[in-house]
């Protein structure tokens, strides 16, 4: 101590032989220091004398004795803890008030652990795992089902539609003919190739013809003007024997008469009508 802290700073009383403390390079008896700057404890208002440890958070202080978990009272010194509006408190006191609980095993996920989120639910990472494999899922894409989640594979391998072309998993949109799924792009005509999807079609022994390809190879054809005969619902047409007609086809082949919903006579591949046929 030199001769210019021989006496305290504020009260001016000799120092010598007596406990002091140092502030801005001045020398204080403890009473006046403790007077003029010992911090308020935050727990119990006393003033936090410069022989006791004082523990500060955020601007505040506390003695030691006083830094407790505020709804267990055991003591914070060297241990983690949260602070809630204010209010201090152990990491297990925090969790029972404010952590998320898992949504699969319904225990808290405590305070500096990794959470996932999914749907407004959370999880430990160990129990956000593929409902089928049991790996966990972490950032990978996955696919909910029945409120269960699943890794892709698991659940193309479990659930997916396999389209009835190309073997391979239907994912999205698809289209059911004769009670098997298909690729919207895999629906094409079996003649032309285009896609069906969008468009009137016609089956044909369990393979699917866009109309064009359909009346090309396989729909039957008029006995009078060999154009094929539409197979379309609503088209009408006349059958006799083998052979087909469009309606506006079926005539008289001497006097070219329609023969719908009349008498008619046949006369080896010829048709006639009754006053023809009669006059022959």
């Not at 008896?29 to 958070?57: G, R």
């Not at 699943?150 to 391998?157: A, G, I, L």
């Not at 239907?170 to 919207?184: F, L």
């Not at 309606?247 to 006579?265: A, N, P, Y």
């Amino acid at each position: 101590m030199t001769s210019s802290q021989t006496d305290c700073h504020f009260c001016l009383q000799p120092l010598r032989g007596r406990k002091y403390a140092l502030r801005d390079e001045n020398a204080y008896c403890v009473p006046c220091y403790d007077s003029l700057y010992a911090n308020p404890c935050e727990e119990c208002k006393q003033p936090i004398e410069c022989s006791s440890k004082d523990l500060a958070y955020k601007g505040r202080h506390w003695h030691e004795g006083c830094f407790r978990c505020a709804k267990c009272h055991r003591s914070l010194v060297e241990k983690p803890f949260a602070a809630k509006d204010e209010v201090l408190l152990c990491t297990e006191c925090y969790s029972d008030e404010y952590s998320s609980k898992c949504f699969r095993c319904q225990k808290t996920i405590m305070p500096g652990s990794r959470k996932m989120e999914f749907k407004g639910s959370s999880w430990h990472e160990s129990c956000f795992v593929c409902q089928h494999c049991q790996q966990p899922l972490g950032t990978k894409p996955l696919i909910t089902k029945d409120n269960e989640n699943y890794c892709v594979p698991c659940f193309e391998k479990q659930f997916a539609h396999h389209c009835y072309a190309c073997k391979k998993v239907i994912t999205s949109g698809g289209v059911a003919y004769h009670d098997q799924p298909w690729h919207q792009e895999c629906f094409v005509c079996a003649g032309c190739k285009t896609q069906l999807s969008r468009q009137r079609f016609i089956s044909k022994d369990e393979y699917p013809y866009c109309v064009d390809c359909f009346s090309k190879f396989h729909a039957k054809k008029c006995a009078a003007c060999k154009k094929p005969i539409a197979a379309l619902g609503g088209t009408k047409y006349i059958s006799l024997e083998e052979r087909q007609w469009h309606g506006e086809c079926f005539s008289c082949t001497k006097c070219s008469v329609s023969l719908v919903g009349q008498e008619f006579l046949t006369r080896q591949d010829d048709i006639l009508c009754h006053k023809c046929g009669s006059a022959s």
